[in-house]
């Protein structure tokens, strides 16, 4: 199994460019089964989670062609994916194929809303949390849709006619319901109206190629959306939008390790709160033509507090990273996590580097300390492992990274981005 080695010391300075976003490239996907048309999909990332998601796609029928495979070597990783789901020869994603990633789950709207039916396998817990899906089955009932649980299974059934439009509240933000019920309306009778909606650029980036294929959707990115119902969609081209949590996790590698950085391909606006509270560590940020500027010059690293929310607030997604950060800030800061409610496991293993880090609760205290030692650590989630990288290129000596699947899961080329910019990172096959 792969391992990642990295030998902490050396500044970054060069050019990264930003993937197309994971998160918008998922659901996007999963969206071309609302249509027998083809849907074209530019700038989708080369990861593990986007190659199991063309699986499952092909087990309910999608016929799927990849073109730029590479473009030019070390410009641009991107690749052009089209989708065509002429027929969909299953409404079942198996447990298998589920457990695997959790976001083919989504598959169940499109699925309920094309066919009129879908048997999806419960996804189980993931190492972050328990992750119900209650609000997923809420909200589809809430457009007609009969629903059971049966043998770890949902059965989902659209009455005779189709979904129909309906009104819904989300008690709790979810970003992954937001995108389900968000394309089951789409093909639903009449108009849906959906409160409390996430407002993640990614929820919008949807919207966006939704709307392209035909959708009647507005307001997607603020907490009301609403869905005009259609009778069919057609095929359309998207370019899926720069991945924040890779731009934020860039950007604090090099407030971490010092340095001159432009994140290239990405927009600033996609992440102002990680921003700001990288800027309020002693780096500077400005905007460039094509990106963002990341400047760490002799300033130390600033203590600072955060708390993640949803949109457009602090990204739980970053929490592990600014964790990482803070290890070497020179003071105290606390890190309160209110998204999941068992994001915390990279403290053991960077707490295997030197950090000083205590938990209560939701919060934990990071005691800054001037110098972190490399040492073998473990990957436990996608974004715990990054923080690692991020501790380890700061650390003197070697720092082992394993179980580097989690990271490939998530981070296109990371060691190649990160060696181009002066970085000691190399992958270690066994
Ligand atoms: C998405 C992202 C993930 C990110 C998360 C929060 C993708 C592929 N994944 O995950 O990287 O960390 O948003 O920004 O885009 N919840 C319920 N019931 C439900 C659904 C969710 O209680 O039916 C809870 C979850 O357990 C969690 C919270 O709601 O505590 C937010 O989860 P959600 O926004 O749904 O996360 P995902 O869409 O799974």
Same mark, same amino acid.
């Given at each position: 199994?792969?391992?990642?080695?990295?030998?902490?010391? #050396?500044?970054?300075?060069?050019?990264?460019?930003?993937?197309?976003?994971?998160? /918008?490239?998922?659901?996007?996907?999963?969206?071309?089964?609302?249509?027998?048309?083809?849907?074209?999909?530019?700038?989708?990332?080369?990861?593990?989670?986007?190659?199991?998601?063309?699986?499952?796609?092909? #087990?309910?029928?999608?016929?799927?062609?990849?073109?730029?495979?590479?473009?030019?070597?070390?410009?641009?990783?991107?690749?052009?994916?089209?989708?065509?789901?002429?027929?969909?020869?299953?409404?079942?994603?198996?447990?298998?194929?589920?457990?695997?990633?959790?976001?083919?789950?989504?598959?169940?709207?499109?699925?309920?809303?094309?066919?009129?039916?879908?048997?999806?396998?419960?996804?189980?817990?993931?190492?972050?949390?328990?992750?119900?899906?209650?609000?997923?089955?809420?909200?589809?009932?809430?457009?007609?849709?009969?629903?059971?649980?049966?043998?770890?299974?949902?059965?989902?059934?659209?009455?005779?006619?189709?979904?129909?439009?309906?009104?819904?509240?989300?008690?709790?933000?979810?970003?992954?319901? +937001?995108?389900?019920?968000?394309?089951?309306?789409?093909?639903?009778?009449?108009?849906?109206?959906?409160?409390?909606?996430?407002?993640?650029?990614?929820?919008?980036?949807?919207?966006?190629?939704? #709307?392209?294929?035909?959708?009647?959707?507005?307001?997607?990115?603020?907490?009301?959306? +609403?869905?005009?119902?259609?009778?069919?969609?057609?095929?359309?081209?998207?370019?899926?939008?720069?991945?924040?949590?890779?731009?934020?996790?860039?950007?604090?590698?090099?407030?971490?390790?010092?340095?001159?950085?432009?994140?290239?391909?990405?927009?600033?606006?996609?992440?102002?709160?990680?921003?700001?509270?990288?800027?309020?560590?002693?780096?500077?940020?400005?905007?460039?033509?094509?990106?963002?500027?990341?400047?760490?010059?002799?300033?130390?690293?600033?203590?600072?507090?955060?708390?993640?929310?949803?949109?457009?607030?602090?990204?739980?997604?970053?929490?592990?990273?600014?964790?990482?950060?803070?290890?070497?800030?020179?003071?105290?800061?606390?890190?309160?996590?209110?998204?999941?409610?068992?994001?915390?496991?990279?403290?053991?293993?960077?707490?295997?580097?030197?950090?000083?880090?205590?938990?209560?609760?939701?919060?934990?205290?990071?005691?800054?300390?001037?110098?972190?030692?490399?040492?073998?650590?473990?990957?436990?989630?996608?974004?715990?492992?990054?923080?690692?990288?991020?501790?380890?290129?700061?650390?003197?000596?070697?720092?082992?990274?394993?179980?580097?699947?989690?990271?490939?899961?998530?981070?296109?080329?990371?060691?190649?981005?990160?060696?181009?910019?002066? /970085?000691?990172?190399?992958?270690?096959?066994?």
């Amino acid at each position: 199994m792969d391992r990642i080695r990295i030998v902490g010391g #050396n500044q970054l300075h060069g050019v990264i460019p930003i993937s197309g976003a994971k998160n /918008a490239a998922l659901p996007l996907m999963i969206a071309s089964l609302l249509t027998d048309d083809t849907l074209t999909l530019e700038n989708v990332p080369h990861l593990a989670d986007v190659e199991q998601l063309i699986r499952i796609l092909g #087990n309910h029928g999608a016929d799927i062609s990849v073109n730029g495979r590479r473009e030019r070597q070390g410009e641009s990783y991107a690749r052009t994916i089209h989708f065509t789901s002429r027929n969909i020869v299953s409404t079942t994603a198996p447990y298998e194929l589920v457990s695997k990633m959790r976001a083919s789950f989504w598959v169940i709207g499109p699925l309920l809303a094309r066919e009129g039916k879908a048997r999806v396998s419960l996804p189980g817990g993931c190492a972050i949390g328990t992750r119900p899906v209650d609000l997923f089955i809420e909200g589809l009932a809430a457009l007609g849709a009969n629903i059971e649980i049966d043998g770890g299974y949902i059965d989902a059934t659209a009455p005779e006619g189709g979904l129909t439009g309906g009104r819904y509240v989300f008690p709790k933000v979810s970003v992954g319901a +937001t995108h389900v019920l968000m394309m089951a309306a789409t093909l639903a009778n009449g108009t849906t109206v959906i409160g409390n909606a996430a407002r993640e650029p990614e929820v919008a980036d949807l919207a966006k190629c939704l #709307n392209a294929m035909g959708a009647k959707i507005t307001g997607a990115g603020t907490g009301t959306i +609403t869905i005009e119902g259609v009778r069919s969609l057609s095929g359309a081209r998207h370019r899926v939008l720069p991945d924040r949590i890779e731009t934020g996790t860039y950007a604090m590698a090099v407030a971490m390790t010092g340095g001159d950085v432009i994140l290239e391909d990405t927009d600033s606006s996609l992440l102002e709160t990680a921003l700001e509270a990288i800027r309020r560590t002693g780096a500077e940020i400005s905007e460039t033509n094509s990106g963002i500027r990341v400047v760490r010059n002799r300033a130390g690293i600033r203590p600072v507090d955060i708390v993640t929310d949803p949109f457009p607030g602090f990204p739980t997604d970053l929490q592990a990273q600014f964790m990482g950060l803070m290890t070497k800030s020179s003071g105290v800061s606390h890190i309160t996590e209110t998204i999941f409610e068992n994001r915390f496991m990279h403290v053991q293993e960077l707490a295997r580097l030197g950090a000083k880090i205590s938990l209560s609760g939701q919060t934990a205290k990071i005691e800054g300390v001037s110098r972190l030692k490399g040492a073998p650590v473990m990957a436990t989630d996608l974004r715990a492992s990054v923080s690692l990288v991020i501790a380890g290129l700061a650390a003197e000596g070697e720092t082992m990274v394993s179980r580097v699947y989690h990271l490939d899961r998530g981070f296109e080329r990371l060691e190649e981005k990160l060696t181009r910019c002066g /970085a000691h990172v190399e992958r270690v096959s066994d």
